[in-house]
């Protein structure tokens, strides 16, 4: 099992630079496991690609189906003071750290393309590209 982010779930599911990458990640380890958090943020990035009328509503539920059945089961709900505890030490937003919160809580890399994230928890946090390959 891995924590992956928002990014790396959305590289998944839209044609990106990354997709490749995170098509690996998968095959590599299928069980990824996110905080309930990510479903807002990919909710976002969809709406920004309808707005930019890159997909249609139909295309953007497609994606976010596909992403709710692969992350089910897998969603966590982080406690409050661990992530400000870790934007405490941090430049982290909370939302970031709430992926960091997850994946110390269930003993398991995040797999990130956040180069803040990289740096500032490098403990934890592992590059997508490192990790696909």
Sequence with gaps: MIVVDTNVIGHLFLSSEQSVLAQRALQKDNEW???????????????LYMRKNILKLEQAQQIMNSALKLLKGREYEVPSYEVLRLTATSHCSAYDCEFIAAANDLKVPLV????????EFSSVAVSLTSFSQ
Excluded: F
């Design 112 to 119: 990130t393309a956040d180069k803040q994230l990289l740096r």
């Design 33 to 47: 496991a996110a905080p309930i958090l990510w479903r807002s943020e990919l909710r976002n990035v969809l709406t």
